[in-house]
């Protein structure tokens, strides 16, 4: 049973740029959620994804977005990258039907110059 | 809002210590408490989730968590730490909208 996975694993990119992240959710697993972990700190909720809508968002600028589709898999969108941008974005996947409990991906590394 | 508070930024054990991290949050109602472990590099892997019931919840790896109400707590605790134990240690809480909260984490050394 394959776990959350993401794409790709690290990545670097320039000011301004734009970056997109992908993640396929566990088998069974129907919710996808994205948290940006900045060095030393803990994961910060960015948003929720849930019926290919976001159904839930972090205090994150319209710079981020996402999507779902329907095979559940998500990707994440970072426009006009920042330094402060440089972070692990963690996915994350659950089973919205009666379970809170979310499983994590490995991350993908975003460092941007 | 929910929030998360990991007192210790930094304990150091020895192998076959035992090792308590501590977690308080603030949340009116009840809460969904976590514990997830973070090796260097790494994603998160969850250790245990407290969601209702008996207060002391058995986890992976012979950890274990007590919530304590009274106290908005939600210590970890092993008895015997092993080397490999050795990592970063998130507690999180779920206020049933399905965003976990975090806190800053706890890293780990285990000395020999």
């Known amino acids: 049973d394959a776990g959350v996975t993401q794409s790709p694993t690290h990545l670097i990119k320039t000011r301004g740029q734009q970056v997109t992240l992908r993640c396929s959710p566990k088998s069974g697993h129907d919710t996808v959620s994205w948290y940006q972990q900045a060095l030393g700190q803990g994961p910060q909720f960015i948003f929720q994804?849930?019926?290919?809508?976001?159904?839930q968002r972090g205090n994150f600028p319209d710079r981020f977005s996402g999507h779902q589709f329907p095979n559940y898999s998500s990707e994440l969108n970072v426009n006009a990258l920042l330094l402060g941008d440089s972070a692990l974005y963690l996915c994350?996947?659950?089973?919205?039907?009666?379970?809170?409990?979310?499983?994590f991906g490995p991350g993908t590394r975003l460092l941007v110059l | 809002a929910q929030s998360v508070t990991q007192p210790d930024i930094h304990i150091t054990v020895s192998e076959g210590a035992s090792l308590e991290l501590r977690c308080n949050y603030s949340?009116?109602?009840?809460?969904?408490l976590f514990w997830y472990v973070q090796s260097p590099g790494q994603g998160l892997q969850l250790l245990l989730k407290y969601f209702s019931g008996d207060t002391l919840v058995q986890g992976i790896k012979g950890f274990e968590a007590e919530f304590k109400r009274s106290q908005s707590s939600f210590n970890l605790r092993k008895p015997s730490v092993h080397w490999s134990d050795a990592a970063e240690y998130f507690c999180?809480?779920?206020?049933?909208?399905?965003?976990?909260?975090f806190g800053a984490g706890t890293t780990v050394t285990v000395r020999a």
């Open positions: 994804y849930y019926e290919e809508e976001e159904r």
């Open positions: 949340y009116g109602a009840t809460p969904y």
């Open positions: 999180a809480v779920g206020a049933g909208d399905y965003k976990l909260s």
């Open positions: 994350a996947s659950s089973a919205l039907t009666g379970s809170e409990t979310q499983y």
